[in-house]
């Protein structure tokens, strides 16, 4: 029965302690600047993409269309045909069936 006595004085010890708590003193607009804090919507920035600004990109959209331009030009010169031909023929890629084993 002693072990009992024991179990309410040490129930007793808590309720006094809780009771002995002072009330918390909060400001009066704290649960509204809190709130106000986690549902504001701030834009988050991409961090790899940040130095790739408006001018960085106007300045690659013109070398590549700049470096387009040129590709297409040099493929329609006849150089640029004359030198796929001879390559195709230095390396047996040619369609000529001539030197072909199977003539169908």
Known sequence: MKTNTNIQDKIDQTINAAQSIDAVTVSPFFKDKTMQRLFT???VASKSWYWFTP???LATLVCVVVLNVYAIQQ???TKYNEAISSFASDYGLNSNTEGSLINL
């Open 75 to 77: 493929i329609k010169s």
């Open 55 to 57: 001018q960085l990109q």
């Open 41 to 43: 919507e701030k834009e």
